[in-house]
Structure formats: structure tokens, C-alpha cells
């Protein structure tokens, strides 16, 4: 996302390589990641000139690791290309061809701002996909630790990488951190409009004439049941908006709506009760909010039940 915005302000084009494509140990993987990434360059050139400034974002680089999480060597000749392009702006690679010829390959990105992406995945921390075992706050002190102290750092990524890459890497990245409890629960409100406009919206236009409204029990009910800290804030935005969908699709199907609710803009309130542990859903029209009807009440089987629950 940084770097979409920066080439958006700069009005700069990027070239993106996902190293997932690339983790085969054949030369054809480091010929196609050549090949990729020199068809790229040379449609760039073509439309904005030879000396064009570009972006080029390698992706995942993660999933090109040198060491598996077992401590076996992995065969990934790609990583040579990588680092080659990290220290000098250029690979080479000589392909075998038929009856002893060969043919060189060469791409040259010395003209490019050259950024890659990685990720630090559950399996080399033994977090847990469980909130109740794995905590916003454990995902934080890990953070804080490899992003704190070389030699922490330099110890997970020599889990991954070997020396002569870790070398390479150690300097050169920044570790974002991980979302806090407040960036959860700010991230479940603004799935909010989202929701809203899947449901409602045509064309940019409130066609459904409908406002949604969650109550801070049923924002804690979803932060309970979507934040796992270990798998990060895609699956929080997915989980909440899954959720949120079905309890408004449900309330909308089953509500036998008269004349004056089709007609007038209506307020849509979702809640949770703790105690039975169900959703319901409450109607308002906008005009008079302070009176309300209960449109839907379900009961939820909760994935991760609180220790403070009861009964």
C-alpha cells in the first residue's frame, strides 16, 4: 500500500514479482524471473522513455526461503537473481541450449526504486491461530523484539535465509509493526460502509435507503470472534464482514416490512447479548430513531468462548 500511494503521488509506474511464482530450484524459474521482469521493464521504456523512473516491488520473498522451518536447505536458485539485483541493479544468466550453444539473459533495473516485501509467519514464533493462546499483545513483544535488537533480528531471518542473504537483508528492510487492539477495532468499524455499500449502493447511490449502526456489543463481538493475532488483519476484515453480511441479510429476509418501513430511510442496529449469546437485530426509521423494532434474533455459536462467560 506504501508504495502504491507513492507511485500514485509520483505518478511513477510499478512492476510487481510475486516470489511465489519463482520457487522451483530448475533454471527455468531464474529464466522465466528474468524474462518477467525484462518484458516489464521494456514496456515501461517503450511508453515513457528510455531514462523512465519506475518502481519495482518483489513480493513475498518469504516464500523463496533458503531453510525450512525444519532446518533443511531448500534449492532456490531465484535467490542468486535477488541478490544480485540488490547489489548491483543487474543479473546475468547463461541458458543451456541444444547440442552445447547457449544463450545469455541479462536485466538491468539500475534506473529503478527497487523495494521487496516479506513476511514473518506464525510457524517461526510457534504463535497459535487462537486468540486465547496467541494475544495482541504476544504479536507486539515479538515486534518489538526483532524490530529492536540486531541480534534477535538476525537470528529469525538466519531461520530463513542463509548467511550471505541475511547479510544482504539485515540493513534494508524496515519491520512494520503489527496492528494493536485500537487498530482491530477501528479496522472492524470501517467494514461498516463497506458492508453498507455491497448490500445497498448502486452506482455510488444509497439506493436502499438504509444506514447501518453497531452497538459496542456487537463491535466486541466480532473483535472476540474475527481478531486472531497470529493471521494478521485480512482475516479480520473478511470474518467481520462475513458476519455482518449474514446477520443483515437474515434480519432483511425475514422481515415482513410494511409500506411505511419500504418507503422511509431506516436505521439498521445491530447488538449482541452476552448472556444468551445471540444477535439481534433492531429497525429505526431515520426520522424517529427513538422508536425501534426488533427485526432478528439468532443465537451464535461462538468460536472462541471468553473466560469470563458464564453458565
Same mark, same amino acid.
Not at 521493464?41 to 526461503?65: C, N, P, R, T
Not at 476484515?237 to 410494511?258: G, Y
Given at each position: 500500500e506504501i508504495i502504491r500511494l507513492t507511485a500514485s503521488y509520483?505518478?511513477? *509506474?510499478? /512492476?510487481? /514479482?510475486? !516470489?511465489?511464482?519463482?520457487?522451483?530450484?530448475?533454471?527455468?524459474?531464474? #529464466?522465466? @524471473? $528474468?524474462?518477467?521482469?525484462?518484458?516489464?521493464?521494456?514496456? $515501461? %521504456?517503450?511508453?515513457? +522513455?528510455?531514462?523512465? %523512473?519506475?518502481?519495482?516491488?518483489?513480493?513475498? $520473498?518469504? %516464500? =523463496?526461503?533458503?531453510?525450512? *522451518?525444519?532446518? #533443511?536447505? !531448500?534449492?532456490? *536458485?531465484?535467490?542468486?537473481? @535477488?541478490?544480485?539485483?540488490?547489489?548491483? +541493479?543487474?543479473?546475468?544468466?547463461?541458458?543451456?541450449?541444444?547440442?552445447?550453444? #547457449?544463450?545469455?539473459?541479462k536485466v538491468n533495473i539500475q534506473g529503478a526504486f527497487l523495494f521487496y516485501t516479506m513476511n514473518f509467519t506464525i510457524d517461526r514464533f510457534g504463535f497459535e491461530a487462537d486468540p486465547r493462546l496467541t494475544t495482541v499483545d504476544d504479536v507486539m513483544q515479538a515486534w518489538k523484539s526483532i524490530s529492536g535488537r540486531l541480534s534477535d533480528r538476525k537470528a529469525l531471518l538466519r531461520r530463513m535465509f542463509l548467511p550471505d542473504t541475511v547479510s544482504r537483508l539485515m540493513s534494508k528492510f524496515y519491520i512494520m509493526p503489527p496492528l494493536s487492539e485500537n487498530n482491530y477495532r477501528e479496522l472492524i468499524r470501517r467494514q461498516v460502509q463497506t458492508v453498507l455499500e455491497q448490500r445497498f449502493y448502486l452506482d455510488d447511490k444509497n439506493i436502499g435507503q438504509v444506514e447501518i449502526k453497531m452497538t459496542k456489543n456487537y463491535l466486541d463481538y466480532l473483535?472476540?470472534?474475527?481478531?486472531? *493475532?497470529?493471521?494478521? =488483519?485480512?482475516?479480520?476484515?473478511?470474518?467481520?464482514?462475513?458476519? !455482518?453480511?449474514?446477520?443483515?441479510?437474515? =434480519? !432483511?429476509?425475514?422481515?415482513?416490512?410494511?409500506?411505511?418501513?419500504?418507503?422511509?430511510? /431506516? /436505521?439498521?442496529?445491530?447488538?449482541f447479548k452476552s448472556a444468551k449469546s445471540e444477535v439481534t437485530v433492531k429497525a429505526r426509521l431515520q426520522r424517529d430513531p427513538a422508536k425501534a423494532e426488533e427485526i432478528y434474533r439468532a443465537p451464535v455459536a461462538l468460536d472462541f468462548l471468553r473466560l469470563k462467560m458464564n453458565g
Open positions: 509520483l505518478n511513477l *509506474p510499478v /512492476i510487481r /514479482i510475486n !516470489m511465489q511464482e519463482f520457487t522451483s530450484g530448475t533454471e527455468q524459474t531464474v #529464466s522465466n @524471473f $528474468i524474462d518477467t521482469l525484462s518484458s516489464q521493464i521494456e514496456q $515501461i %521504456k517503450k511508453k515513457h +522513455g528510455e531514462k523512465a %523512473k519506475y518502481f519495482v516491488l518483489i513480493e513475498e $520473498i518469504d %516464500k =523463496a526461503y533458503e531453510i525450512a *522451518p525444519d532446518g #533443511s536447505l !531448500m534449492d532456490r *536458485p531465484v535467490m542468486a537473481t @535477488f541478490k544480485d539485483l540488490l547489489n548491483d +541493479g543487474e543479473a546475468k544468466l547463461t541458458v543451456s541450449g541444444p547440442y552445447g550453444s #547457449s544463450t545469455s539473459k473483535y472476540n470472534e474475527t481478531v486472531i *493475532p497470529s493471521e494478521g =488483519a485480512r482475516n479480520t476484515v473478511e470474518l467481520t464482514q462475513r458476519k !455482518m453480511s449474514h446477520d443483515i441479510n437474515e =434480519a !432483511m429476509r425475514n422481515w415482513k416490512k410494511t409500506a411505511l418501513w419500504s418507503a422511509e430511510p /431506516i /436505521i439498521l442496529e445491530l447488538d
